[in-house]
């Protein structure tokens, strides 16, 4: 399923070749437990990480396209850093990119910064001050007409559509989104995991919501607010993960920064 390719044995770290054996091991099973198989091609970055791109058989899960990044892609990599970097073990940090090889963020960060510099610098335009209008003249009210108290309100604006209406939205229906959809509900409730679609927006999210009605064992719901707002799939029966699968105690996040 995975497609190694080694480099010279005079340019590899020391542990390289175990490392790129555990995380072979590590992303065929993740990857396969999601759904979504891929070939793995592994690559010296020039920073000093290891490089993995996934090449996956079929459509790519949601919310990831080949050559960009996403928050699907930047969760595995953050997951099997957390995973790998045992408190006690050597670091080398793993890079993992959709498609292709990601930039290792210190040529980024230099790119980013030699592309700024390169632009000149333009004055912001100073605004004119506003002239001062004069204040509109109030027509005269009509003999015997009725005056309106001066603190009455103008009428309330229509409100506008919540994000959290999704399950009131007519939408068109998605027959591959509503398939997908379907039996992550049904993956669900048969595993007793916790899954979310994260990057969806609101007309797919309603699609989602409409797609697993009548599933069994699973409650599907939206949480959170703008770029962060999500479908959540809870099992009515959670299993324990197994000790195996537990993550590390070790927090040091600023160290497996992408």
């Known amino acids: 399923m995975s497609d190694v390719q080694a480099p010279p044995s005079t340019s590899t770290p020391a542990g390289g070749s175990d490392m790129r054996l555990r995380v072979e091991r590590l992303l065929t099973d993740i990857l396969g437990m999601m759904g979504f198989p891929a070939r793995l091609d592994f690559k010296d970055a020039s920073d000093g990480s290891l490089s993995v791109a996934l090449h996956f058989q079929g459509e790519p899960p949601p919310g990831v396209e080949p050559g960009k990044r996403s928050q699907v892609v ?27 090889h990601p930039e290792p963020r210190s040529e980024r960060l230099k790119r980013e910064q ?18 001062a209008a004069p204040a509109p003249r109030q027509p005269k009210p ?17 409100a506008r559509v919540s994000e959290s209406d999704e399950r009131s939205l007519e939408v068109a229906e ?19 995991r916790f899954y979310a679609l994260v990057t969806v927006k609101q007309d797919d999210r309603a699609r989602v919501l409409k797609a697993v009605e009548g599933v069994p064992g699973v ?24 000790k195996r699968s537990m993550l590390p105690d070790d927090d040091d996040e600023d160290d497996l920064e992408g």
Request: charged letters at 20%.
């Open 74 to 100: 930047d969760s595995l990599q953050f997951l099997l850093n957390k995973m790998l970097h045992r408190p006690g073990s050597e670091r080398r940090f793993l890079l993992v990119g959709a498609g292709v």
């Open 114 to 131: 030699a592309a700024a510099a390169a632009q000149p610098a333009v004055p912001a335009p100073q605004p004119a001050p506003p002239a």
């Open 142 to 158: 009509a003999r015997g007409a009725q005056q309106a108290p001066p603190h009455a309100k103008a009428p309330a604006a229509p």
């Open 174 to 192: 998605d027959a591959s989104l509503r398939e997908v959809a379907r039996k992550l509900a049904e993956k669900s409730a048969s595993l007793g």
């Open 219 to 242: 409650k599907v719901s939206c949480e959170g607010e703008g770029r962060n707002r999500r479908v959540v799939f809870t099992p009515e029966k959670p299993a324990p993960l197994p």
